[in-house]
C-alpha cells in the first residue's frame, strides 16, 4: 500500500503495521487540511493544556454547534462557560495521558465513559444558558473520541501510542453508514441522539467485526481513519 508520509507518519506507522489492501494515500492529507493545528514549527504535545485544548477546539466544532444559534444571544457569559467547559476537557485529556493505571480496554472504557458523563450534563448546563436542553451522548462522544483523533497528529503522540491503541471508533453519520453496511442490527437513529448503551454495543460490535475481517486494521483507532475516508462523502 501507499506509504503516507510528512506529519501523517504517526498513521502511517500503525497502519503500515496492519495487512490491508486499501489504498488512501489521500486519506490523511483531507484530514490534515481539515484540523490543522500546527502554525510554522511550533511542536505541539499531548501533555501541554494549551496544545490539547486546540485539539478540543477543533473536536467541538464537530459536534455541529451550529444547531445552537441562540449562543449568540449573552454572547460573552456563553463563551466563558464554553471556553471553561473546554479547558477542563483539555486538562482530563492530559491527566488520561500521564496516568499510569490506564492500561487495558476496560480501563479505558471505565475512563471514557466517566468523562463523557461528566462532559455531558456540563454541556447541557451550558446550553441551557441560551434556551437549548438535552443533548445525548452522541455529542459527548464525538468530541472526546474526535479529540483523540486530532491529538494523534501532535508531535510527541508516538510516545504514548499503547494508550492510542485504547481509543474508540468515531460515531457520526458516515461511518454509522459504514457501521450499518455490516451490523446485524441496524442503528437508524441520527449519531447525535446515541445513548449510551448504544454507544457501547456498538463499539463492541465494531471491535468484533475488525478482529474477523481483514479488510480494515483490527485496531478501531486506526480502522477508523479508512472507514472515513471511504464512507466520508466530500
Not at 486519506?27 to 493544556?49: E, H
Not at 463523557?116 to 459527548?140: H, Q
Amino acid at each position: 500500500m501507499t506509504v503516507l508520509v510528512g506529519k501523517q507518519g504517526n498513521v502511517a506507522k500503525a497502519i503500515n503495521q496492519q495487512t490491508t489492501s486499501l489504498n488512501h494515500a489521500c486519506l490523511t492529507r483531507v484530514f490534515m487540511k481539515n484540523i490543522m493545528l500546527r502554525a510554522g514549527n511550533v511542536r505541539l504535545s499531548v501533555l501541554d493544556v494549551n496544545d490539547v485544548l486546540k485539539a478540543v477546539k477543533s473536536a467541538y466544532l464537530s459536534m455541529q454547534p451550529r444547531t445552537y444559534k441562540k449562543m449568540r444571544d449573552n454572547a460573552e457569559m456563553n463563551q466563558m462557560s464554553k471556553s471553561n467547559l473546554l479547558t477542563d476537557l483539555a486538562k482530563r485529556l492530559v491527566d488520561f495521558f500521564k496516568n499510569n493505571k490506564i492500561n487495558n480496554q476496560a480501563d479505558f472504557d471505565e475512563w471514557h465513559k466517566g468523562v463523557c458523563g461528566w462532559f455531558l450534563p456540563e454541556l447541557n448546563n451550558v446550553l441551557n444558558k441560551s434556551g437549548y436542553c438535552g443533548a445525548l451522548y452522541g455529542k459527548a462522544q464525538k468530541i472526546v473520541n474526535v479529540a483523540f483523533k486530532n491529538l494523534y497528529m501532535f508531535d510527541d503522540a508516538d510516545l504514548y501510542e499503547d494508550k492510542f491503541k485504547l481509543c474508540h471508533f468515531i460515531i457520526d453519520s458516515a461511518n454509522l453508514k459504514w457501521y450499518n453496511s455490516f451490523a446485524n442490527s441496524k442503528y437508524s437513529n441520527a449519531w447525535s441522539d446515541m445513548t449510551d448503551v448504544d454507544y457501547s454495543n456498538i463499539q463492541n460490535n465494531i471491535r468484533n467485526y475488525l478482529n474477523s475481517n481483514n479488510n480494515y486494521p483490527s485496531v478501531p483507532f486506526y480502522a477508523e481513519f479508512y472507514v472515513w475516508s471511504d464512507y466520508y462523502k466530500w
